[in-house]
């Protein structure tokens, strides 16, 4: 009788976030193992429909550009109309859903979506490939300020 081939690993294995802990329009950066490292993930709701797995869309935090993590402010990721993500390094704009690069230094690249599986209120990553991302090797991200505010 031939070995036994060791079961393939899932990328299911753990949920990344609860469904109810994604509100519409912003972005939850999650960190999740992924073969022996740890990756961070960007998770997005889309629209107000619920429970349906195409609203919730998932990214690698890894910009094309030079490969290191979108939010150079801490939880800053969309432009300040909420239609774009957006790359606080050089200033990158990625359109939604599918994260190509429409303005900044990596016009044409694209952020790889990946998909997002809905099971029993939890949210996995679908089938993809890591191997096809280019992480970032090292995160680079400051304190997210709040702009003051002038007197009248
Ligand atoms: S690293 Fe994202 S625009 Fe440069």
Redo the contacts with the bound molecule.
Sequence with gaps: MPARKPKAPTNRAQALCRLDDLTPGTVLRVEAPLGGETREFLVLRRGEADGLGDDVVIFPNA??????N?DLYDGWFMTQDGQRLL??????EFRLPDGL?VA???VGRSLEPIPAVIEDGAVYLGDFEPQRITWPTRIIRFPLIPPKRSNP
């Design positions: 910009c094309p550009h030079i490969f290191i979108l790359c606080g390094q050089h200033w990158a690069c900044g230094p990596c």
